[in-house]
């Protein structure tokens, strides 16, 4: 696995340690929705701490990878941008789209469980 | 500081040239913001290269303004296919790769100074500037 996935419980912690290239993000993009359909999780932490780049194409990787969790029924929170990622990230004009995010790993687990699956990617943001 | 160039001759140089560019910055004292933003910028222009010229290259230059303000001046060119229509390509959304479309129009928002050139047939040079606060 290009980014190492965990299960703690019944949710997936994915934490994005290294850059990748516009083909090993295509490929992170996959892994996820595989695990989360083999584990039948019920929600994922994508934890981008480790980002200090967010362009475009990771930004749409990141959101496209969020949906897609949340139309196979689980609950998707983005963790851990940090604030400078966040700023370039709306200048540029779209942000992170309307992907849940939260601050840190306990708030993102917290907000897992409020969150509704199947219900798309703008409930509980 | 002396102006640095790369070439960029697939999609880990992109990373490369992003990494670099922060670096200078930060030598620079550019603040926080202001590093990320160019980063970004770079990542999108090289990446721009990468996929649509195939090949390019990346020169990243410290610049003086009249009144002696200090900036970073990159400029990303190759010898690809060129821009037929560089406004359209401007444009938020616009994308000929099913792309998102906002590389070009997003990196113009982050900073100071933004110019395309672009000749169908024979390459695209985007030069960016950012300027010192
Ligand atoms: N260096 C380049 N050479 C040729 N065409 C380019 C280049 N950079 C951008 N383009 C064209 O401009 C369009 C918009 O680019 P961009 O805003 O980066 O969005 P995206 O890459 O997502 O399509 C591209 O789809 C492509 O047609
Ligand atoms: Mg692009």
Known sequence: MIVPILKIGKNLIISIQIPLTDQQARQFQREVLEEVARTEAFGIIIDITAMDVVDSYMARILSETAIDVQLMGARAVIVGIRPEVA?????????????????????????????????GAGHGS | MEARKMAILREEDVILARQLVRKMAADMTFN???????????????????????????????????????????????????IADIEQAMTMGFTTSNGLGAGLPGTRQLVDEFDIRSTSGSGTTVTIVMWKR
């Open chain 1, 87 to 119: 700023v370039t990230l709306v200048q540029m004009g779209r942000g992170l789209g309307d992907v849940a995010t939260a601050l840190n790993l306990e708030q993102g687990l917290a907000k897992l469980e409020k969150m509704d699956a199947r219900k």
């Open chain 2, 32 to 82: 926080l913001v202001d590093q990320t933003r160019l980063a970004t910028a770079v990542s999108e222009l090289t990446r721009n290269a990468v996929e649509y010229a195939r090949s390019g290259d990346i020169r990243m230059e410290p610049v003086k303004n009249r009144l002696r303000r200090e900036g970073l001046k990159i400029v990303v060119s190759d010898n690809g296919p060129g």
